[in-house]
């Protein structure tokens, strides 16, 4: 355990719990939590306990407790800000960022009586850092590995979330997604994630990459919580995320099937993928086969461009509004400070990303904001809608990644398989993964990606795959 972790714990809190002879079944729950955040965190997934839980649970007094979330435990990916606790986004130059305010998912999931019970460790500077980075290493909390196989990643960078869902630890968590941060880690962890449409869910109180492609998402062990979650983050919705759900969700719906990201053949993941397939047919959904993803490769380097380009930008003016007592204020200063501290910071890999990031200018052709809003219309309405209105589909399916791949810190992340994160990723639309179930021992996942604004839609198919895979 890192000292900053043991410093930011609130270890008397059990016991504080315990000594006030609470009857409450939700006292007992969160005290039970707490003891396995403390004890059986495995993974390493758990960076900061909470310090007001006991305020939270008595503050529940004046909630309704007919409401789903009411005394749910939920973690916290450390690049959102949580009152009182500082948000790191795994670097040690941000230790002393305390937040002044919850971010407002993290206020909206209070107002319905979830219990903010910890943070989660992740990526540092949400894996965009460095071209050779290590997914789940952070210089503030270490190594974070997958529940399933501690060799393996748990890919990231909201790693630590998806394994402290996937770990049993608790069954609700908040990351964030610039290009397969939810997704990735929620397919590794054997759990369910949401990217949601960008801009569906406030923004503020998080450490920035992109404004074109950031929002924070739910984790969570079933489709049916990541749509009680939803339903607490998203404000003044006529009908609830979690009232679509139905077991007969796909019945005559097309779905396309995205086969440029077909696991290999003959593999266990393949052979994984097949079932799952037999089993949407058998659940009514009308399978279209979609061979090729025009443009795809464009979009992926003009995306690169784009983030090295709205990071600067937009780290530079989080930075700038962070407390008097931190001490890194630009790009720069952080780089310094790394640098500085190359033994805690740098021991595995470095900062090229930065660099580059850095190196980028505000006159750079074409303006950042037209090559954002070409590469939503490249991604979107010219990629996800248009490969949906020639298939005649509703959603898109495909293996959500590759399987996970054994941790070498020494080299790097070493990809395994295709993904499909980019398009919904660039576009700004909507990605849900759901388990398939096991490959050789290690979780494999299936996306849902449909057009902008469709989480009900994805949700619900989710749901009805799920539920007949569990049958």
């Given at each position: 355990?890192?000292?900053?972790?043991?410093?930011?714990?609130?270890?008397?809190?059990?016991?504080?719990?315990?000594?006030?002879?609470?009857?409450?079944?939700?006292?007992?729950?969160?005290?039970?939590?707490?003891n396995?955040m403390?004890?059986?965190?495995?993974?390493?997934?758990?960076?900061?306990?909470?310090?007001?839980?006991?305020?939270?649970?008595?503050?529940?007094?004046?909630?309704?407790?007919?409401?789903?979330?009411?005394?749910?435990?939920?973690?916290?990916?450390?690049?959102?800000?949580?009152?009182?606790?500082?948000?790191?986004?795994?670097?040690?130059?941000?230790?002393?960022?305390?937040?002044?305010?919850?971010?407002?998912?993290?206020?909206?999931l209070?107002?319905?009586?979830?219990i903010?019970?910890?943070?989660?460790?992740?990526?540092?500077?949400?894996?965009?850092?460095?071209?050779?980075?290590?997914?789940?290493?952070?210089?503030?909390?270490?190594?974070?590995?997958?529940?399933?196989?501690?060799?393996?990643?748990?890919?990231?960078?909201s790693?630590?979330?998806?394994?402290?869902?996937?770990?049993?630890?608790?069954?609700?968590?908040?990351?964030?997604?610039?290009?397969?941060?939810?997704?990735?880690p929620?397919?590794?962890?054997?759990?369910?994630?949401?990217?949601?449409?960008?801009?569906?869910?406030?923004?503020?109180?998080?450490?920035?990459?992109?404004?074109?492609?950031?929002?924070?998402?739910?984790?969570?062990?079933t489709?049916?919580?990541?749509?009680?979650?939803?339903?607490?983050?998203?404000?003044?919705?006529?009908?609830?995320?979690?009232?679509?759900?139905?077991?007969?969700?796909?019945?005559?719906?097309?779905?396309?099937?995205?086969?440029?990201?077909?696991?290999?053949?003959?593999?266990?993941?393949?052979?994984?993928?097949?079932?799952?397939?037999?089993?949407?047919?058998?659940?009514?959904?009308?399978?279209?086969?979609?061979?090729?993803?025009?443009?795809?490769?464009?979009?992926?380097?003009?995306?690169?461009?784009?983030?090295?380009?709205?990071?600067?930008?937009?780290?530079?003016?989080?930075?700038?509004?962070?407390?008097?007592?931190?001490?890194?204020?630009?790009?720069?200063?952080?780089?310094?400070?790394?640098?500085?501290?190359?033994?805690?910071?740098?021991p595995?890999?470095?900062?090229?990303?930065?660099?580059?990031?850095?190196?980028?200018?505000?006159?750079?052709?074409?303006?950042?904001?037209?090559?954002?809003?070409?590469?939503?219309?490249?991604?979107?309405?010219e990629?996800?809608?248009?490969l949906?209105?020639?298939?005649?589909?509703?959603?898109?399916?495909?293996?959500?990644?590759?399987?996970?791949w054994?941790?070498?810190l020494?080299?790097?992340?070493?990809?395994?398989?295709?993904?499909?994160?980019?398009?919904?990723?660039?576009?700004?639309?909507?990605?849900?993964?759901?388990?398939?179930?096991?490959?050789?021992?290690?979780?494999?996942?299936?996306?849902?990606?449909g057009?902008a604004?469709?989480?009900?839609?994805?949700?619900?198919a989710?749901?009805?795959?799920?539920?007949?895979?569990?049958?």
């Amino acid at each position: 355990m890192n000292p900053w972790k043991t410093s930011q714990w609130t270890f008397g809190l059990v016991g504080c719990l315990s000594a006030c002879q609470s009857t409450t079944s939700v006292e007992t729950s969160i005290e039970a939590t707490l003891n396995r955040m403390q004890h059986e965190d495995r993974t390493n997934a758990i960076l900061a306990i909470v310090p007001d839980v006991l305020d939270q649970v008595h503050d529940l007094e004046g909630k309704d407790p007919n409401q789903p979330l009411y005394g749910q435990a939920v973690v916290v990916k450390d690049n959102i800000h949580v009152k009182g606790m500082a948000t790191t986004a795994g670097s040690l130059a941000l230790i002393n960022n305390i937040a002044a305010q919850d971010a407002p998912v993290v206020a909206r999931l209070r107002s319905v009586g979830a219990i903010i019970v910890g943070k989660t460790n992740l990526s540092e500077w949400a894996n965009f850092r460095s071209t050779s980075s290590s997914s789940g290493w952070s210089s503030v909390g270490g190594l974070t590995s997958n529940p399933f196989d501690p060799s393996c990643t748990a890919c990231g960078s909201s790693s630590g979330s998806g394994a402290a869902v996937g770990s049993g630890l608790v069954e609700i968590a908040l990351g964030t997604e610039t290009d397969g941060s939810v997704t990735c880690p929620a397919a590794m962890c054997g759990i369910v994630g949401l990217k949601p449409t960008v801009g569906l869910l406030p923004s503020e109180g998080v450490v920035p990459i992109s404004s074109s492609q950031d929002t924070v998402g739910p984790m969570t062990t079933t489709v049916s919580l990541a749509a009680h979650t939803m339903d607490a983050l998203v404000l003044n919705r006529n009908d609830s995320y979690a009232s679509s759900l139905s077991r007969d969700a796909l019945q005559n719906v097309r779905v396309g099937v995205l086969r440029q990201h077909d696991p290999t053949p003959n593999s266990s993941e393949a052979k994984l993928y097949q079932r799952a397939l037999k089993l949407l047919k058998e659940q009514g959904a009308v399978l279209v086969d979609i061979e090729d993803i025009p443009g795809l490769g464009r979009i992926q380097r003009l995306e690169w461009s784009l983030l090295l380009r709205e990071f600067r930008r937009e780290i530079n003016r989080y930075l700038a509004n962070t407390p008097r007592e931190v001490e890194s204020r630009t790009l720069t200063e952080v780089m310094a400070f790394n640098v500085a501290n190359t033994e805690q910071v740098m021991p595995h890999f470095d900062q090229e990303i930065f660099e580059l990031s850095e190196q980028t200018s505000e006159s750079d052709e074409p303006d950042l904001d037209t090559l954002a809003r070409q590469l939503k219309k490249l991604a979107g309405p010219e990629g996800i809608d248009a490969l949906l209105q020639q298939a005649n589909c509703e959603i898109l399916i495909a293996p959500t990644f590759g399987r996970p791949w054994k941790i070498d810190l020494a080299n790097g992340d070493n990809f395994e398989g295709s993904s499909c994160t980019t398009l919904p990723a660039v576009s700004g639309y909507p990605h849900l993964t759901v388990p398939m179930g096991l490959a050789d021992g290690l979780p494999f996942g299936l996306s849902f990606i449909g057009t902008a604004f469709s989480e009900s839609i994805l949700l619900s198919a989710g749901y009805a795959f799920e539920q007949a895979r569990i049958d």
